[in-house]
């Protein structure tokens, strides 16, 4: 199986404060793997570090093999790390066509690369919407606006933080039933989540982290039927 | 009459000149958070190469071109060499762009002289138009249809192509226009040339009515600021909006009130700022 995404021993710090520890895992190809853990367990920072937000300070991170750790956003979007960041981040001020157009990447060697259409088909409401700007839009139409973005990149590999945060439950299964499709495409995909049930139901791998360490990497079966693992890593004290 | 008329022509003028400046120094801050203290050097360096290539070319827009394209080279180096290094660096950025325009400014005074340089007006734009008797100076009315076309061009450019978007969203969030691909780095550089060009431009052909003399990049860079605070950074109706009211103000206030010219200058700033900290047309959140 080809490896899409693999962290190993990633250390990440903001200034002095070190947040992620020897931090390893593999996203295999087509898969989706479930990045898991209580608030503050380092998520966002590990997402961060792959998108080059943050570089790591020690490890090393591959996309298809090729080390990515050491350049810039631009760079590893351009070699096809798509991003939709925790709180969505849309351009509120440009219009939800410009949102897509500006994210617009060619990628070789890509069977349906993703349009306006195709998005617009993903998210049926975006289609009278098109020309209102992004920042007057609702928090779920954010929501897919920021996903319909990151795919305008036709990305190789898509890190996806907290779709669901703060959604109302409808949409929750909206999104939801979006990742199952992009799933069923073949998207390869790293989904955090603070929605257990939506993450288990989607992935194939689990990492869970804790305090900036991975505490259990196995498969999403696996997490399912063990209860007390949940309890331990994810439940609220 | 005449009085009134050259005296709107003259704030008009200035207007456009403020706007060739302003909107340059509003997209760089707007984009880059860079306080761009050179911009008025990039003015009177660019009329000053303007003058030099008079003496070979008598063309006036010529010598314009000339003097924009050796901003945006000068400009694009400043960038690049000193500015980039210092990314993240705010009070780097400005104590080096306001060391560099004191290089600039004592570089001229040796190439140039000390005497003001006067820029010969076009021979075609010399004699005034003549509606029912009243006199309307032709260079001017030049003046401020190159502004307004160049505000429309700028429209153009930010609010209708991909490249503009880009930029846009680039002020937006930086950091996540980095994330979905756009190479923000070098849209700066343009961005940057661009605003370079453009204070280079209205160097020359602000030349006619202000000609060239040390101590005019010191004159005009308040002027740039306080448009571009008023109006509100980054927005390029505020600065075009702004360039406007800053010139009539300025014109008017200097030829009504010549003892209260900065009181009547700095009011209306201070007034808009206390009211509405982010400009008459900034985003709220900056
Ligand atoms: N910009 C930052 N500067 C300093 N510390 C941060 C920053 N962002 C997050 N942290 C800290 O890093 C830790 C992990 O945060 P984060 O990655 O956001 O967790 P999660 O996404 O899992 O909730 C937390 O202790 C948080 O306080
Ligand atoms: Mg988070």
């Given amino acids: ?237 | 009459m005449q009085y009134w008329i050259i005296q709107t022509l003259n704030s008009l003028a200035l207007g456009g000149l403020l706007f060739l400046l302003a909107a340059g120094f509003s997209l760089i801050f707007g984009l880059m958070r860079i306080a761009n203290l050179t911009h008025g050097s990039l003015y009177m360096l660019g009329a000053y190469v303007g003058i030099s290539v008079l003496k070979y070319v008598p063309n006036l827009w010529l010598a314009a071109i000339i003097g924009g394209l050796v901003m945006a080279l000068f400009g694009g180096l400043v960038e690049r060499l000193i500015l980039r290094p210092l990314a993240g660096n705010a009070l780097g950025q400005v104590l080096v762009t306001l060391g560099i325009s004191f290089i600039v400014a004592d570089l001229c005074l040796i190439v140039w002289g000390g005497d003001p340089i006067p820029v010969p007006t076009p021979p075609a734009l010399q004699q005034p138009i003549l509606v029912g008797g009243v006199a309307f100076p032709t260079y001017r009315l030049v003046v401020l249809a190159i502004a307004v076309a160049t505000a429309l061009a700028l429209y153009l450019l930010m609010d209708r192509t991909r490249i503009g978007a880009m930029i846009r969203a680039g002020v937006d969030d930086m950091q996540m226009a980095r994330a979905v691909g756009i190479p923000v780095s070098r849209l700066f550089t343009a961005v940057f040339c661009l605003g370079a060009a453009l204070a280079g431009a209205g160097g020359i052909i602000g030349g006619p009515i202000m000609s060239a003399y040390p101590g005019l990049d010191a004159d005009m860079l308040p002027l740039a600021l306080i448009v571009v605070m008023l109006g509100g950074v980054g927005s390029l109706l505020g600065a075009f909006v702004g360039s406007f009211l800053i010139g009539a103000i300025y014109t008017f206030g200097t030829a009504l009130l010549p003892d209260l010219a900065y009181v009547i200058l700095f009011l209306p700033m201070i007034v808009v700022i206390a009211f509405r900290p982010t400009g008459l047309f900034g985003r709220q959140s900056v």
């Fill in chain 1, 1 to 237: 199986m080809t490896e899409a995404l693999s962290l190993s021993g990633i250390d990440a710090l903001y200034g002095e404060s070190h947040v992620l520890h020897q931090v390893s895992f593999n996203l295999n190809a087509g898969r989706v793997l479930a990045l898991l853990g209580r608030n503050g367990a380092g998520k966002t920072t590990c997402m961060s570090t792959i998108i080059g937000f943050l570089p790591p300070r020690a490890g090393e991170i591959r996309l298809f093999g090729e080390a990515i750790g050491k350049l810039s956003p631009e760079t590893i979007s351009r070699k096809g790390v798509g991003f939709v960041p925790q709180g969505r981040r849309i351009f509120p001020s440009l219009t939800v066509q410009e949102n897509l157009a500006v994210s617009r990447q060619k990628r070789k060697g890509v069977a349906m690369p993703w349009t306006l259409e195709r998005v617009i088909e993903l998210f049926p409401r975006m289609k009278n919407r098109l020309q209102q700007l992004a920042g007057s839009l609702s928090g779920g139409e954010q929501q897919m606006l920021a996903i319909g973005r990151a795919l305008m990149g036709n990305p190789r590999v898509l890190l996806m933080d907290e779709p669901s945060e703060g959604l109302a439950p409808l949409i929750v299964a909206e999104v939801g039933r979006t990742l199952l499709r992009l799933k069923q495409e073949g998207q390869s995909i790293v989904l955090v989540e603070q929605n257990i049930k939506l993450a288990l139901g989607l992935a194939d791998e689990v990492v869970i982290l804790n305090t900036g360490r991975v505490a259990f990497s196995g498969s999403a079966g696996q997490v399912r039927s063990d209860q007390a693992l949940i309890t331990q890593h994810l439940g609220v004290f």
